[in-house]
Every structure is written in structure tokens, then in C-alpha cells.
């Protein structure tokens, strides 16, 4: 039976999340009912990720099992006629091996959190960043995204119900831009990890929103870090601004496809 990779991006605001859930809508279940209109025997698709009720992704992948064997064109091109009108495209598919699986394949994950400094409400952006009304440090933020990268324990940056057997990560990449538009400064937080605690990404950025701010210090950050506590973390910030902006395999399946 023929497996396809299927990189995929959406619009998270109209979905309780990825993951299927009963009475709720859900990208993973309308990624599969678009399936099921090409073939009713589709068991479903497994994704790399799982986000939650308002994130987005510009690279969430997937991999599903067809009985028919789709050139990959055509399989995205059928795809995306069906998911009209859900805010979710189908970017590019590719054929893989058997044992290939978009979750358990993956060496890395990158997220990125945008944050639009400005007073006046977001009106093209609106639940696409998380706007905080006063400029923001890049430097500080910088420097306190610093404390964090490396292997370490993130008891204080994961959520009280994170199912994760243990708390210890390795963040590889915690990087801070600054992007001035005419409108305000927008400051994006590109981060990169094998694999992610629940909610790790938005309470590492409300963290660090709070050292661009003033208001904490670098210092604070490995204060936090070093607590081991939930309660030493600092704000966590909304989803509406953040993405699931890519998944890294050994071989990129998409390379001759894309």
C-alpha cells in the first residue's frame, strides 16, 4: 500500500487543534475527510505534531496509506479541491517508504512566535500574532533566550497536564528578530528542538516577552530555569501567534517533489 508525506500548512483560528476530537473541529479531521473523499477506505493520517486550538503551521507534516498510486500532483491537487473552503492547503506531497512516519522520522522541529508591537488594534493580522502594546528589547530577549539553550530540565516551561515522561530537552536554536514595518516592530522568536514540551515554546516567549519588556532580567530566566516550578515561569503567552514552521528529516522526503 503506497505512503505519502504530505507537508501541509493552515490557518489555525476555526480549530479546536490537530488532533482529532469529537464535536470539535479539527485540521487532522478534515485533512481525513478530504482523504476519504478520494478513497472511503482511508484509515487516516499521523503528523509530526500535535498543536493546539489557534496555532498554525506553515510545515506541519503528515504521512497516510492509499490504495491507489498517486502521482504526488495529483493527490495534492485532489486534496486541496476537497478541503475548500477550511482555511488548510496542502503544500506538497511526496511518495515515501512503507516505514516511513511523519512523527517518529523526524530529527527536528522548528517553531516560530510572532509578536507585533504596536497601540492601535491589529486589524490584517489580527489572530495571526500576539500584539503587546510597547516596544520590546531585542537584545534582552536575546540575551535571556541564551539561558535557555543547551540540555536542561523544563519542568518551569511545560504545562501542568504535559503527558512527556521527562522534563529534560535540548533546545538547539532560540533565535530573536526584529522586523520593522510600518505599522509597529515585530519581534519573531525562531526556535528549534528535536521535540517540544506542551506549551514549551509559548512560555519560553512569554518569559522572554517580559525581558524585552523590562520587566525581568536575563538573570530571572535562569532563576526560572533553575526553579524546576511551574509558578517561576513567567507569563504564557496566547497561541494566535504562534506556527509550526517546519520539520527536519534525515533524507527530506520533498526534495525532489517540492
Known sequence: MPRYALKIEYDGAPFSGWQ??????????????????????????AAAGRTDAGVHAT???AHCDLTRDWKPFRLSEALNFHLKPAPIAIVDVARVDPDWHARFSAVERRYLFRILCRRPPVTHDRGLVWQVKSRLDPQLMQAGADR????????TFRSTICQAKSPMKTMD?????????????????????????????????????????GAWT?????????????????PVCPPYGLYLAGVRYAEDPFAEDG
Open 20 to 45: 482529532r476530537q469529537n464535536g470539535l473541529p479539527s485540521v487532522q479531521q478534515t485533512v481525513e475527510d478530504a482523504l476519504r473523499r478520494l478513497e472511503p477506505s482511508c484509515e487516516g493520517v
Open 59 to 61: 510545515g506541519q507534516v
Open 173 to 213: 536554536e532560540i533565535r530573536i528578530e526584529e522586523v520593522l514595518r510600518p505599522d509597529g516592530q515585530e519581534i519573531r522568536l525562531h526556535v528549534r528542538s528535536r521535540s517540544f514540551l506542551h506549551n514549551q515554546v509559548r512560555s519560553i516567549t512569554g518569559t522572554l516577552e517580559r525581558v524585552g519588556a
Open 148 to 155: 535557555l539553550i543547551g540540555h536542561h530540565d523544563f519542568t
Open 218 to 234: 536575563p538573570d530571572d530566566v535562569t532563576a526560572a530555569l533553575q526553579a524546576r516550578k511551574r509558578e517561576a515561569c513567567g
